[in-house]
Nanobody, 123 residues
Framework: QVQLVESGGGLVEAGGSLRLSCAASGRTFSWSVGWFRQAPGKEREFVAAISWSLGNTYYADSVKGRFTISRHNAKNTIYLQMNSLKPEDTAVYYC?????????????????WGQGTQVTVSS
């Protein structure tokens, strides 16, 4: 069973950058990992995902060109580099893992979730 722990959230001014980390324990090679976010009063939304073994990635339109998802195999860690942050990026960010190399945006497809990390972007 994979377990996930996020870190790297914080407070940043608009236009700034943050890097989130998602450290995974367990066998992850055949899994895909996604980042989701949930702002107060809003539904959880897909941000980005990566297939651990294939390395292919997919992004929500709202973050494309600003966010980059990547993996570090030796550290068993997924990163979300967030640049040009906007106030509307403010949310709790979660990483989640699912069995299989296919990338999907539905949160219900993911089996394992981290505890979340807060990202706040001030204007």
């Amino acid at each position: 069973q994979v377990q996930l722990v996020e870190s790297g959230g914080g407070l940043v001014e608009a236009g700034g950058s943050l890097r989130l980390s998602c450290a995974a324990s367990g066998r992850t090679f055949s899994w895909s990992v996604g980042w989701f976010r949930q702002a107060p009063g809003k539904e959880r939304e897909f941000v980005a995902a990566i297939s651990w073994s294939l390395g292919n990635t997919y992004y929500a339109d709202s973050v494309k060109g600003r966010f980059t998802i990547s993996r570090h195999n030796a550290k068993n860690t997924i990163y979300l580099q967030m640049n040009s942050l906007k106030p509307e990026d403010t949310a709790v960010y979660y990483c989640a893992a699912k069995v299989g190399v296919g990338i999907v945006q539905r949160s219900s497809s993911y089996d394992t979730w981290g505890q979340g990390t807060q990202v706040t972007v001030s204007s």
